[in-house]
């Protein structure tokens, strides 16, 4: 295993991806139990959506 040395915005910048990433799956998960508890939730399941399509742009405009 070979060390990468990376700059703390360079990091900075994997947490921030990480933790987007990590927070659409908990929107994922929750919308996943909306849909099994209520199978015509289309209006509860509105602001998870919402939620998920903003963090698609944040994780877009992350540096990769």
Do not use: G, Y
Not at 8 to 28: G, K, S, T, Y
Not at 42 to 50: A, E, T, Y
């Amino acid at each position: 295993m070979s060390f990468v040395e990376m700059t703390n915005e360079e990091w900075d910048a994997v947490r921030r991806h990480h933790d987007a990433l990590i927070q659409m799956a908990e929107l994922e998960l929750q919308a996943e139990q909306i849909r099994e508890t209520c199978p015509d939730a289309s209006q509860m399941l509105k602001p998870i959506q919402v939620q998920m399509h903003e963090l698609d742009d944040v994780i877009a405009k992350l540096p990769a």
